[in-house]
Nanobody, 129 residues
Framework: VQLVESGGGLVQPGGSLRLSCAASGFTFSKYPMMSWVRQAPGKGLEWVATLLSDGSSSYYADSVKGRFTISRDNARGTLYLQMNSLKFEDTALYYC??????????????????????WGQGTQVTVSS
């Protein structure tokens, strides 16, 4: 199983980036949930967004709601994170994870263990002027 993130980089505040996560080695289209999780310098893991396999429901952390959009292309086996209106505090290493969370409800999702499921190596996003 492999999850390979790409699309990170250096961007100014207010800018945009689109992250991609190419999945292989498992049936991506049937995997119930896929997530983005980030880790800022010196901090722990922070759940960002989760999308169900059929795309019917998505969940976002309050810190990114309205600015980030998670999507998936099951035919390509790829997960995306469109990030707009980026802020300094969005600077982090962004991980793609399957599932990445323990469960989701109307209020959001509960971050899962980094030792559970599948995780990529991460892609760095730096927001700086």
């Amino acid at each position: 199983v492999q999850l390979v993130e790409s699309g990170g980089g250096l961007v100014q505040p207010g800018g945009s980036l689109r992250l991609s996560c190419a999945a292989s080695g498992f049936t991506f289209s049937k995997y119930p949930m896929m997530s983005w999780v980030r880790q800022a310098p010196g901090k722990g893991l922070e759940w960002v967004a989760t999308l169900l396999s059929d795309g019917s429901s998505s969940y976002y952390a309050d810190s990114v709601k309205g600015r980030f959009t998670i999507s998936r292309d099951n035919a390509r086996g790829t997960l995306y994170l469109q990030m707009n209106s980026l802020k300094f505090e969005d600077t982090a290493l962004y991980y793609c994870a399957a599932p990445g969370v323990r469960y989701c409800s109307g209020g959001g999702c509960s971050l899962g263990s980094a030792n559970a499921g599948y995780w990529g190596q991460g892609t760095q996003v730096t927001v700086s002027s």
